[in-house]
Each structure stands twice: as C-alpha cells, then as structure tokens.
C-alpha cells in the first residue's frame, strides 16, 4: 500500500530523506504551474517555486497532520505569493503563453494530422487563458488551486484564509466566467 503525503511528511520530518523525493515527485508538476500561471514569468516562477519547497524543507520539523498536505504545501505557496504581489503592488496575472509552450501543442504531422482541429483546439487554449487572466486575482487563484491541486472550496478556504462560503463563491464565479468564455463565438 502506497503511504499517503501526510505519513510521508511525518516521514521527511523524522529524517528519511527518500520521503521528500516521494512528495517532491507528487506534487512538483502542480505546484510549478500553479505558480508560473499566478505570476506569468518563467525565471520568476522557477524561483518562488523554489522559494516554497525551501519553505516545505525549512517548516518540516513543525509539521503536523491537521489537514491534507497539499493544503499544507498551496498553503505555504499562497503566502509566499502574496508576499511576492505585496512587493510588487498586487500585479497579478496568469498563464504564460511563451513560443516553447506553443509549440509544445504542435503534434507532429501523422496520417491523424488535422491542421483544422488543432487550430481550433488553439484558439480555444487562446480564449481559456484570456479568460483566466481576465478573472479577479481571487477567483483565479481558487480555480488554480481547484484544478492544479485538486482542493476543495472548504481546502482552498484553508489554504487562502478565507471562509468556505467565500471560496466557494470564488470558485463558482471563476468557473462560470471561463464556461461563458468557451462556449461564445
């Protein structure tokens, strides 16, 4: 049986080492795009992401299980941001739409190859990352959390200090706002 991230957590916090790379492994895809996507720059995502863990490794020894650990971990992300967007002046924006990611939804030319498609498929990442962008800094966060690290309103509340009402709210607003953007012409 797999350990759950809180027994590998209390784990790490033990000393095995191994139980660090396990999380790390879990959670660095999520986390690294919840962050490039809150802040929309490559060479500053990479850092705060880094940022965070440091935090994760610094904070092991206080940890204790009182909710999930990715609650925990966005958690830790969370502030670390809004210290970023304080020092900044709350500038925040959201997904980095740079020519390497670009190109990375290009397929190769195949006997399945339909240029149309995959156009259309673009456009429609075009229109999406728009729309995130155009949310309010809160609602956006709440759906990041929501889709990157699979947390609930009563988590995202957790992690974002605010009430499960508020963060509901947010989350239903930020997905209603980004259907609309989808479904219009």
């Known amino acids: 049986m797999e350990a759950g991230d809180e027994q590998l957590m209390l784990a790490y916090r033990e000393g095995d080492a191994g139980a660090f790379e396990e999380l790390y ?7 690294y795009r919840f962050v490039l996507r ?5 060479p500053l995502a990479e850092e705060l992401y880094q940022e ?10 206080r940890y204790e299980a009182q909710a999930k ?15 970023h967007w304080r020092r900044r002046g709350l500038s925040l ?17 195949g006997p399945g190859y339909e240029p149309q498609r ?10 999406f990352a728009s729309a ?20 609930s309103p009563a988590e995202i509340a957790r992690a974002t200090d605010s009430n499960a009402e508020a963060a509901k709210s947010r989350l239903r607003y930020a997905m209603a706002k980004l259907k609309k953007a989808l479904t219009d012409d």
């Open 25 to 31: 492994r879990r959670h660095k895809g999520g986390l």
């Open 38 to 42: 809150s802040v929309r720059d490559r």
């Open 52 to 61: 965070i863990w440091m935090r994760v490794i610094e904070a092991r020894a």
């Open 69 to 83: 650990f990715s609650t925990w971990l966005y958690t830790i992300a969370h502030n670390r941001l809004v210290d």
């Open 93 to 109: 924006v959201a997904l980095d739409q740079d020519r390497e990611e670009s190109a990375a939804l290009d397929p190769p030319a």
């Open 118 to 127: 995959i156009h259309e498929a673009k456009q429609g990442l075009g229109r």
């Open 132 to 151: 995130l962008a155009e949310l309010p800094p809160a609602q956006r966060e709440a759906f990041l959390l929501h889709a990157e690290a699979d947390m």
